[in-house]
């Protein structure tokens, strides 16, 4: 199980940091991944990190504003989002991908329920 946190009401060019740790199984040979969803809009891609930590992606949308990182342990997944824009505004999920290094939604295996962020003007 996966399980989000963190999410809210910021202003434009506020930051907000989401978390996302598992429980009942460990992810630590996983890729981690972000990805978000806004009314009407298909799912798309944030952000991921190879399960070494070593390796992450982003979108172009949010590449030099948003962070990926996850724990030693490697079983908690954060992402620091910095400079919101109102278009940010989305449910992000947090998911897991056992086989390889995908930023395909599709491609991943399991999923947190999502939390809400809502950047204002």
């Known amino acids: 199980q996966l399980l989000e946190s963190g999410g809210g009401l910021v202003q434009a060019g506020g930051s907000l940091r989401l978390s996302c740790a598992a429980s009942g199984r460990t992810y630590n040979r996983f890729t981690l991944g972000w990805f978000r969803q806004a009314p009407g809009k298909e799912r798309e891609f944030v952000a991921r990190i190879s399960w070494s930590g070593t390796t992450t992606n982003y979108a172009d949308s949010v590449k030099g504003r948003f962070t990926i990182s996850r724990d030693y342990a490697g079983n908690t997944v954060y992402l620091q989002m910095n400079s919101l824009k109102v278009e940010d505004t989305a449910v992000y999920h947090c998911?897991?991908?056992?086989?390889?290094?995908?930023?395909?939604?599709?491609?991943?295996?399991?999923w947190g329920q999502g939390t809400q962020v809502t950047v204002s003007s």
């Open positions: 998911a897991a991908d056992q086989h390889g290094f995908s930023g395909r939604w599709t491609d991943y295996e399991y």
